[in-house]
Every structure is written in structure tokens, then in C-alpha cells.
């Protein structure tokens, strides 16, 4: 049984981007377009990471990842922002997330991180199938439609 991830994101393009880039690592994606979404989903099935957008209509990111820790969830949390504010981004850190992406970022960062935070259980695999792929370059290409120079 493969990690799933949960990915929280009102843009319907990125998030299937993202969806489908971390899929291609092997683990199973579950999409939200908002944080309330997240938060419904969660209490529907076990996830083993979450990305989230912080800029949403409904819930925020902000607001869910609040939410994530009042209800208790113990689950990785990266966030993903278009404002690069080292102060807003430190403070995530420090409310729980575990790390943060600023978009527009390089496809190859978010398998990086993905790998780091979500794999718990196989990440030594999936870092070799990473490598051995060569995600920076025809794999990821496939994936995301987004080319990565060497």
C-alpha cells in the first residue's frame, strides 16, 4: 500500500499538475479545491501528507492548517504560496507545517520535498526510482509538462 497525499489547491490546473508529479513517484493523490474540502476529505481516509495552497476561496491555507492541529491531525503539512515573505513562510513553520514551496517552483523541488516529508516507509525506493528515472529530465517531463533543465 502506497503513502496518500492530499492536495489542497483552488487552482484546478496546479493541483492536477502536482497531483500528477507526485503520483508518478508512486504515491496515491486525493485533490480539494478549498481547506474546508481538505478538512472533509480528511475525515473520510488516513493521509500521510498534505499540501496546501495558502491563497483559497472558502478556507484558506492558514485557516486549515490551524484547523489541522486543533483537530489533532499529527500529519506532514507542506504549504505552498505565491508571496516569498520569509517572515510569513517562518512563521508556518513554526504554527506546524513542515516546509513550504514558493510558486511558481521547479517541479523536480516538489518531488524533492514530497519524498523528504511523505515517505515514511519506502522514501530509500522511491529516491532510487527518482534517480534512476532521471526526473530531471524526460520522466518528470511526462508528469508535469513542464521541462527541467540538467
Not at 523528504?116 to 518528470?140: P, Y
Amino acid at each position: 500500500m502506497s503513502e496518500r497525499i492530499l492536495v489542497v489547491d483552488d487552482e484546478a490546473g496546479s493541483a492536477r499538475i502536482i497531483a500528477d508529479a507526485i503520483a508518478w513517484l508512486g504515491f496515491d493523490v486525493v485533490t480539494a479545491s478549498n481547506g474546508r474540502e481538505g478538512l472533509s476529505v480528511l475525515g473520510t481516509m488516513p493521509f500521510d501528507g498534505i499540501l496546501i495552497d495558502l491563497e483559497m476561496p472558502v478556507m484558506n491555507g492558514w485557516t486549515m492548517l490551524d484547523e489541522l492541529r486543533w483537530q489533532g491531525y499529527d500529519v506532514p503539512v507542506i504549504v505552498m504560496s505565491q508571496e516569498a515573505n520569509q517572515a510569513k513562510l517562518r512563521e508556518l513553520l513554526h504554527e506546524g507545517a513542515q516546509d513550504f514551496l514558493v510558486k511558481p517552483f521547479n517541479p523536480y523541488l516538489l518531488l524533492q520535498k514530497s519524498l523528504r516529508h511523505f515517505s515514511c516507509r519506502t522514501s530509500v525506493e522511491k529516491r532510487s526510482l527518482l534517480e534512476r528515472k532521471g526526473a530531471r529530465q524526460a520522466g518528470l517531463f511526462q508528469a508535469t509538462g513542464i521541462l527541467v533543465p540538467s
